[in-house]
């Protein structure tokens, strides 16, 4: 069958094939939703059937080789309900019985005109939609059955007469009965006779057909248990009205029975704890109307239950603490989540702090419910002599949210009162042994500088004292705190001071250290600044004067190894020197200085385009040994147009030359790395130190013409 019901896909057999493609037109013509596929011999026509689905299959009887009667045959081999049509020319008696006992679904004979072709049409629309209505009902007697052996609900079949039909197997189980001791058997011997007249009734209704019916019964099992049952009762019926059969689906509830009788008697026992509890307690609808207030909260307010039922908290307390109160309901109606909040509330003209927790209440009882929630219950606690106490653990929590290493509070007397363990193991003692005595700190901060800067924080009139204080430990010698000092502030008022410090000896011993390698760096600058640069140019000097007396093929090679010996050591001398330092910013106009540069790097080989007008916060030194380098960078690896431009956020170097393979870009600033013959390997180390000065960002990609690119990004524009 084909897999789309809209569609009719119909295969015409016929060994004319003129013949098969008029009919095939006319067919489609008169349904649309036909899709004919012609065949001109059977052969031809079992391998269209192998290859797609087919809704029916319209055949000639009298062809070549095989006729019609024994393709029919060789159909129903492998589709042996497939609706088959013989359309013939060869009309008589003896041929139609042939085709009817060999199972044709219908016989049609071929006339002139195109009437014939309307016949067919609904010939074929009668078998194939005989056929699919055969199809359905069988799909839905078998879903019916699957359903009622698989249901894990027990499932009776009746007659119209209410005789029993089918049981499946969880019927069983919950009856005791087999489907075959109960075939033929009416409900009545089910039931107990204090649920007789119940289903009575139910019956009477079930067989007028008048609809489906719900009922909790007393069933009696096969042995004679009793067992509560719920009943789902759903009468069916034919075109006509008449009643078919009466499905009940049912389950076993005796277990849900009792829980829910042992539940409603779990009720009247809350009912009663919560009314005589002393915690006030209270339920209200989801228009704030109170529906339940327990003694506790009669005697907090001194209302009765006639003078709060069925009013809200406007009705009954004044506006502004009513207001509080009915924002949080609609908090927990809205989220459908517990809250738990402080609430004020005046009673007999004392203000108090309460802790309020409600929570949503469903009419399922189930929070997962779609539905929104019914009501509000709620619990109100008098915490107010435990906010006053909270009050004073604040400054703890102040302490504990401040703290990074070691960390305590002072009193005035700048005594600690509190210290966490990492401050007592620097001393190495314990939190309990510090507390009560006096700190060395204290005294360093009130003389240290201009007035008494403790007394200041107490006071308020400062908001912190940072320092730097040596302290003499018994094991460890000296230790070098960098520490803070902050007022402690409970509600507005100074309540003491927080300390908060770190050891900082090991970075005051690596500050020392990079002092000294900046010494020796300092030195090894003097000695190649004077040692090495002083005899490379007397060497450069002398070669040029000897090129100049004779003629020999080893002093310009000579010369060219000096030249890059020179370059060398400026390079190294300006990365010893300078590095990442910036020192004199200012405006410099870009375009300028890049035309100002080329003249150092250019070749007669190679061209400079300039399509920048910006001006930027820069070096301009460092700026220039920076463009310097990128510039010659460019001439050395054979680019013969360099061109410097804009970036949204800076400016680029680019050049046609070979460019840069990907795997290599990561390298290229690294001191020492170079592919030119003549090249040092510090020339874009050197940019990179200069765009890391400016807190720029410097990489290399490809250019529009496949050469290199370096991007610098991160330039701060001047306008």
């Known amino acids: ?104 679904n219908d016989y049609l004979q071929k006339e002139s005109g195109t009437s014939q072709y309307t016949l067919l049409a609904n010939r074929v629309r009668n078998v194939v939609d005989q056929y699919r209505s055969r199809v359905a009902l069988e ?29 499946n197997e969880a019927g069983e189980e919950i009856l005791g009965y087999t489907e075959a001791e109960l075939r033929g058997e009416t409900w009545e011997v089910l039931v107990t006779d204090e649920s007789y007249q119940n289903v009575d009734e139910v019956t009477d209704a079930l067989s007028e057909a008048s609809g489906g019916f719900h009922s909790v019964d007393e069933n009696v099992r096969k042995d004679g248990t009793r067992i509560v049952c719920e009943w789902h009762n759903r009468v069916v019926t034919d075109e006509d009205g008449s009643v078919v059969a009466v499905f009940s689906q049912f389950q076993d509830v005796t277990e849900r029975t009792e829980r829910e009788r042992e539940l409603e008697s779990t009720r009247r026992r809350l009912e009663a704890i919560l009314e005589n509890t002393t915690t006030p307690m209270f ?11 327990n003694q506790g909260h009669r005697d907090l307010f001194g209302f009765e239950d006639e003078e709060i039922v069925g009013y809200t908290d406007h009705d009954l307390f004044p506006r502004e603490m009513a207001d509080e109160v009915v924002r949080n309901d609609h908090v927990v109606l809205e989220e459908g989540e517990g809250l738990e909040t ?111 800067r403790y007394q200041e924080l ?46 900082i000896t090991a970075f005051r011993e690596r500050e020392r250290e990079l002092e000294r390698k900046n010494e020796r760096l300092d030195s090894f600058v003097s000695v190649v600044s004077h040692d090495l640069r002083n005899p490379l140019s007397v060497a450069d000097g002398r070669l040029e004067l000897a090129m100049e007396e004779c003629d020999s093929e080893h002093l310009l ?36 200085l890049a035309s100002e540069c080329w003249d150092a790097a250019t070749t007669d080989e190679a061209t400079l385009a300039v399509e920048t007008e910006q001006t930027l916060r820069a070096d301009r030194v460092r700026l220039q040994q920076l463009l310097e380098n990128l510039l010659t960078n460019a001439v050395a690896h054979g ?32 001191a020492g790395y170079s592919t030119a013959r003549e090249g040092t390997g510090f020339g874009l180390a050197i940019v990179q130190e200069v765009a890391d000065g400016h807190g720029w960002t410097v990489r290399v990609t490809e250019s529009e013409s496949g050469g290199a690119r370096f991007e610098v990004r991160g330039v701060h524009e001047t306008g």
């Open 1 to 104: 069958m084909s897999p789309d019901h809209d569609t009719v896909r119909v295969l015409h057999v016929d060994d004319e094939p003129d013949f098969a493609a008029t009919a095939a037109a006319f067919l489609e013509r008169e349904d649309d939703r036909f899709d004919v596929e012609t065949a001109a011999s059977t052969s031809e026509g079992l391998d269209r059937l192998s290859e797609g689905a087919f809704d029916c299959v319209i055949s000639d009887y009298d062809m070549p080789v095989t006729n019609g009667i024994e393709f029919l045959e060789s159909v129903r081999e492998e589709h042996p309900d497939l609706p088959f049509v013989l359309f013939t020319g060869k009309g008589s008696e003896e041929v139609a019985s042939e085709a009817i006992s060999a199972g044709v």
């Open 139 to 167: 799909e839905s007697e078998k879903r019916l059955s699957l359903f009622i052996e698989q249901s894990p609900l027990g499932v009776l079949e009746y007659n119209e007469d209410f005789e029993v039909v089918r049981l």
């Open 283 to 293: 339920m209200k609808d989801a228009e704030g109307r109170y529906l339940f207030v």
């Open 342 to 452: 402080e609430e004020r509330i005046t009673v007999d003209g004392e203000e108090r702090m309460f802790l309020s927790t409600k929570v949503p209440i469903y009419d399922t009882g189930d929070r997962s419910d779609p539905d929104d929630p019914v009501a509000v219950f709620g619990v109100a606690v008098d915490i107010t002599e435990r906010t006053e106490r909270e009050r004073e653990l604040k400054r703890y929590e102040s302490m504990v949210n401040t703290m990074q290493e070691s960390a305590c509070i002072y009193d005035e007397e700048g005594r600690f009162v509190v210290v966490n363990e990492f401050l007592a193991d620097f001393y190495g003692t314990t939190p309990a042994a510090l507390e009560g005595t006096r700190s060395n700190l204290v005294p360093h901060v009130r003389t240290e500088g201009d007035g008494d």
């Open 458 to 503: 107490l006071d308020g009139e400062r908001d912190a004292v940072d320092g730097e204080i040596a302290v003499e430990l018994r094991d460890q010698g000296t230790e070098i705190l960098k520490y803070r000092l902050t007022p402690l502030r409970i509600d507005g008022d100074v309540a003491g001071v927080i300390g908060v410090a770190h050891e």
């Open 557 to 592: 090679p000579a010369a060219r190894a000096v030249q890059r010996s020179q370059t060398l050591v400026e390079d190294l001398l300006t990365l010893a020197r300078d590095g990442a330092r910036v020192r004199d910013v200012t405006t410099v106009d870009l375009a300028a």
């Open 639 to 670: 680019g013969t147009r360099v061109t410097v431009g804009d970036l949204p956020d800076g400016f680029y170097v680019a050049d046609d030359g070979p460019g840069v393979p990907s795997t290599e870009r990561q390298r290229v600033f690294e």
